[in-house]
């Protein structure tokens, strides 16, 4: 029998409606901007392949995981996991697991938001005409002159968190669920007209081939990490985010079937966008390895030679801003979940308190584009020697603090639970999916992240 409490934020509507708000979440920038260019860093194929195995025997069994462990505990993160922990007969500071998804999604919010920003400013770059007939030279001289502006990056980070707030501060169910119910089809259409843009490049072998065709002396063991990390970034893993919207999800919905259907998605998108962008890099004569402004070098110049291009290329920017949107209201929902049940702030209180603070850090993100360009904070070990203070952002959350918060869920879930509690929330039985599921998060995860993060950590040492 399932637990019989309630949400007090309230409910998804039906089984469709968590799909979409989970895919909302899982799907965005990450997909889309992030894949590409780390893709492209590591070499493409060994990594889109580490990537793709992390997907299958990490993420899927961790999402489940964290569905179940929010559904059976209906409240924040922090709350869920104390309640877990009293009912388990287990250490009560468990709820710092809690406590440290809220802290990822506070940091990954405050850099999410500004590169939010850049595809925010990019509507009206390629709505207004500006990238038509450029060529790559003049696309890469209009990115660079965003990221360059403290002043623009400001104004557009601004608007998204702005944007994002109001939301979150509506709850759970208005306006969200309608939106992503119709965006989500509308960018994977689009993102099939790039591919097919992409198709007539004359490049499209040499792109699919950098894809899909793994050559391992390009990957190292930080790259494995990085693909790692991605796997969980991209599935929203490891912080919170989907155990929260799991704590409003109702009680006779398949939690297997659904995160199979999420994750599914979201690789899809992934793999769409990687065969929208390489060969259009290729056909440029581009670099892969371009770093973080590769979407938007490369894009822009299909969109400045299609027909409609402006329009199309507004349309695409638009769809990625509202990704982008639907995952950033699921990174700070466990913090604001949390200010409502355990500080009495009304919704909208909570949302401006947390939102003004994830924006104000986001200040850190907006500088290391511009201004703080040259400050490395950590330029004595070698893998950071040219790392700025985004880079370090996204390294800590991405590659250390989401996999360690998936590992230690992976643990609660199968070390600390009880197997009458897992077989119980989960709903699918005692048999053979149960005990595939059992055995790759209670052997396959904690062994696989903690290899992963010892190569990775030797690699520093050796290096540093
Ligand atoms: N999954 C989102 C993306 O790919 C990012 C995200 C990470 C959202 C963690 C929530 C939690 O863009």
Same mark, same amino acid.
């Given at each position: 029998?399932?637990? &019989?409490?309630?949400?007090?934020?309230?409910?998804?509507?039906?089984?469709?409606? $968590?799909?979409?708000?989970?895919?909302?979440?899982? &799907?965005?920038?990450?997909?889309?901007?992030?894949?590409?260019?780390?893709?492209?860093?590591?070499?493409?194929?060994?990594?889109?392949?580490?990537?793709?195995?992390?997907?299958?025997?990490?993420?899927?069994?961790?999402?489940?995981?964290?569905?179940?462990?929010?559904?059976?505990?209906?409240?924040?993160?922090?709350?869920?996991?104390?309640?877990?922990?009293?009912?388990?007969?287990?250490?009560?500071?468990?709820?710092?697991?809690?406590?440290?998804?809220?802290?990822?999604?506070?940091?990954?919010?405050?850099?999410?938001?500004?590169?939010?920003?850049?595809?925010?400013?990019?509507?009206?770059?390629?709505?207004?005409?500006?990238?038509?007939?450029?060529?790559?030279?003049?696309?890469?001289?209009?990115?660079?002159?965003?990221?360059?502006?403290?002043?623009?990056?400001?104004?557009?980070?601004?608007?998204?968190?702005?944007?994002?707030?109001?939301?979150?501060?509506?709850?759970?169910?208005?306006?969200?669920?309608?939106?992503?119910?119709?965006?989500?089809?509308?960018?994977?259409?689009?993102?099939?007209?790039?591919?097919?843009?992409?198709?007539?490049?004359?490049?499209?072998?040499?792109?699919?081939?950098?894809?899909?065709?793994?050559?391992?002396?390009?990957?190292?063991?930080?790259?494995?990490?990085?693909?790692?990390?991605?796997?969980?970034?991209?599935?929203?893993?490891?912080?919170?985010?989907?155990?929260?919207?799991?704590?409003?999800?109702?009680?006779?919905?398949?939690?297997?079937?659904?995160?199979?259907?999420?994750?599914?998605?979201?690789?899809?998108?992934?793999?769409?966008?990687?065969?929208?962008?390489?060969?259009?890099?290729?056909?440029?004569?581009?670099?892969?390895?371009?770093?973080?402004?590769?979407?938007?070098?490369?894009?822009?110049?299909?969109?400045?030679?299609?027909?409609?291009?402006?329009?199309?290329?507004?349309? $695409?920017?638009?769809?990625?801003?509202?990704?982008?949107?639907?995952?950033?209201?699921?990174?700070?929902?466990?913090?604001?979940?949390?200010?409502?049940?355990?500080?009495?702030?009304?919704?909208?209180?909570?949302?401006?308190?947390?939102?003004?603070?994830?924006?104000?850090?986001?200040?850190?993100?907006?500088?290391?584009?511009?201004?703080?360009?040259?400050?490395?904070?950590?330029?004595?070990?070698? &893998?950071?020697?040219?790392?700025?203070?985004?880079?370090?952002?996204?390294?800590?959350?991405?590659?250390?603090?989401?996999?360690?918060?998936?590992?230690?869920?992976? &643990?609660?879930?199968?070390?600390?639970?009880?197997?009458?509690?897992?077989?119980?929330?989960?709903?699918?039985?005692?048999? $053979?999916?149960?005990?595939?599921?059992?055995?790759?998060?209670?052997?396959?995860?904690?062994?696989?992240?903690?290899?992963?993060?010892?190569?990775?950590?030797?690699?520093?040492?050796?290096?540093?």
């Amino acid at each position: 029998m399932a637990t &019989v409490r309630a949400s007090i934020h309230g409910q998804w509507s039906t089984r469709l409606a $968590f799909i979409l708000a989970a895919t909302g979440s899982a &799907v965005g920038l990450g997909n889309i901007w992030k894949f590409p260019y780390i893709a492209g860093e590591n070499g493409g194929g060994a990594f889109v392949l580490v990537y793709l195995g992390c997907i299958a025997i990490i993420g899927i069994p961790i999402m489940m995981s964290e569905v179940m462990l929010g559904r059976r505990g209906r409240q924040s993160p922090i709350n869920t996991m104390h309640t877990l922990a009293s009912e388990e007969n287990v250490s009560p500071h468990w709820k710092w697991l809690g406590w440290a998804g809220v802290v990822s999604g506070f940091l990954i919010l405050s850099y999410y938001s500004v590169i939010a920003g850049w595809a925010l400013a990019y509507v009206f770059r390629t709505g207004s005409g500006l990238i038509t007939g450029q060529t790559a030279d003049g696309i890469q001289s209009i990115f660079s002159d965003l990221v360059s502006d403290p002043e623009r990056l400001l104004a557009w980070h601004t608007i998204f968190m702005v944007m994002t707030m109001t939301v979150v501060a509506r709850g759970v169910r208005s306006g969200l669920e309608r939106a992503v119910r119709l965006l989500m089809p509308a960018l994977f259409v689009l993102l099939i007209v790039l591919v097919g843009y992409a198709w007539n490049t004359g490049s499209f072998d040499q792109g699919v081939d950098f894809l899909f065709t793994p050559d391992f002396s390009k990957i190292d063991a930080d790259g494995v990490l990085t693909a790692m990390g991605h796997a969980f970034f991209t599935l929203s893993l490891g912080m919170g985010a989907i155990m929260v919207y799991g704590s409003y999800l109702p009680d006779n919905v398949s939690i297997a079937k659904t995160s199979i259907a999420v994750s599914a998605m979201d690789t899809l998108v992934a793999l769409l966008a990687g065969m929208a962008i390489f060969p259009i890099v290729f056909a440029n004569g581009l670099e892969p390895g371009a770093g973080p402004g590769l979407i938007f070098q490369t894009l822009p110049i299909a969109f400045g030679h299609m027909d409609y291009g402006a329009f199309f290329g507004m349309l $695409f920017f638009i769809l990625l801003v509202f990704a982008a949107w639907t995952s950033a209201i699921s990174l700070i929902e466990p913090a604001v979940a949390w200010l409502v049940e355990n500080r009495g702030m009304n919704r909208v209180f909570a949302s401006a308190v947390a939102g003004l603070a994830t924006w104000l850090f986001g200040l850190l993100t907006v500088f290391s584009f511009n201004i703080w360009a040259d400050v490395k904070l950590l330029s004595g070990i070698k &893998v950071f020697q040219d790392s700025t203070i985004f880079d370090l952002l996204d390294y800590l959350t991405a590659n250390i603090m989401l996999p360690l918060g998936g590992l230690l869920i992976a &643990v609660f879930a199968v070390w600390q639970m009880s197997r009458n509690s897992s077989v119980d929330e989960l709903s699918m039985g005692d048999g $053979f999916f149960y005990k595939i599921w059992r055995f790759l998060v209670k052997y396959i995860t904690p062994v696989a992240v903690f290899i992963v993060f010892l190569n990775a950590v030797g690699i520093i040492d050796l290096n540093g």
